[in-house]
């Protein structure tokens, strides 16, 4: 199964058990009822009874009006002795979890809310994103946390290139699947808000439906080559695959040869991947090789951060 219907799997499994939890609620109120009222079970079986005889009877002319009656007189019935119970009249009704779509998760041929919020939550699951994103979106962005002081070396102040960066990350998301566009390679030191834009470019691309990975580096050549054969499609066919935090773990030839791969299969495959780091062209190429940096130059935008470490108050 294809990364994405995996996903799509999983979102209808979860509207099923919306559906199973609406009619086991349904069968408890039920059941409550008729320990309150046993007559109404009696009226229920009627009522069934009397459905069936209404559904046979809708040949014409035989005898439709008779049977309706039947059934509305049991209704009515129905509801006096609710009523008798102490209970409201709609005590033992059938609530669905989503009244919209009535838990089928269309409507008029279209997906329902619900629906996408299973999509969103099963993509979540799988792109190892978590709770990151839900804090962490271009609307939450915050550009006051940057100084507004012009740096000579950059010939702009640290928010503008900030925002600038953002709407380039903001164009990215939107155009996850444009065969000619760039991914992103985002360096600068840390704590200048290269995170939170992988994060917010991750949000954006799942609302539009694409099937998004997240790993660290450090985590990700962490797991082991034996774990890394299943893993490995995955990495290469989802639609982006954001690699964040590159330069800080431990490079061995093994990780380096990894990285290439992932890198170069991406790139023949015209997919998007977005490389967080702390390391420059230059130094990418002393720490991994010359080969990853050329790829990466070549089919990257670079995008440099600057300025201060937003989570160091005192220096
Ligand atoms: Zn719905």
């Known amino acids: 199964m294809s990364l994405m219907s995996e996903i799509r799997h999983a979102a ?3 509207l099923e058990e919306n559906r199973r939890r609406a009619e086991k609620n349904h069968q408890k109120s039920l059941e409550t009822a008729y320990r309150r ?5 009696a009226v229920d079986h009627e009522m069934r009874l009397a459905s069936l005889n209404l559904v046979q009877k809708m040949a014409p002319g035989r005898g439709v009006d008779e049977a309706q009656s039947a059934l509305d007189g049991l209704r009515e019935k129905r509801k006096r002795l609710l ?16 009244k919209e779509c009535n838990d089928t998760g269309r409507i008029n041929g279209k997906p329902c809310k619900c629906y996408e919020r299973a999509m969103t939550r099963a993509m979540l699951a799988v792109s190892r994103i978590g709770t990151l994103c ?3 979106t271009f609307k939450n962005s915050d550009l006051s946390l940057f100084s507004e002081q012009h740096d000579p070396k950059f010939g702009m102040s640290s928010r503008q290139n900030y925002a600038e ?3 380039i990350c903001k164009d990215f998301a939107k155009n996850i699947k444009r065969a000619d566009g760039e991914s992103l390679y985002l360096y600068g030191s840390a704590g200048l808000g290269k995170t939170y834009l992988c994060s917010a470019i991750a949000e954006r691309a799942m609302k539009n439906g ?3 990975l997240y790993y660290s580096a450090f985590e990700l050549f962490r797991v082991a080559p034996s774990d890394m054969e299943g893993l490995l499609s995955l990495l290469e066919e989802v639609d982006l695959l954001i690699l964040d935090d590159l330069g800080t773990e431990y ?6 040869a990894l990285f290439f791969h992932i890198v170069n299969a991406r790139i023949n495959a015209k997919k998007k991947t977005v490389i967080s780091s702390n ?18 130059g070549g089919a990257y935008t670079l995008l440099p951060f600057f300025g201060k470490d937003l989570r160091c108050n005192n220096c």
């Open 251 to 256: 490079v061995s030839e093994y990780s380096a």
């Open 37 to 41: 009222c046993p007559e109404l079970e």
């Open 134 to 136: 839900k804090e962490q």
């Open 279 to 296: 390391l420059n062209l230059t130094d990418l190429a002393t720490t991994y090789s010359t080969r990853v940096a050329s790829r990466i």
């Open 83 to 98: 009523k008798e119970a102490g209970m409201v009249s709609t005590a033992t009704d059938f609530r669905p979890f989503c």
């Open 12 to 14: 209808r499994l979860e």
């Open 165 to 167: 960066m953002t709407e």
């Open 210 to 212: 694409h099937s998004v």
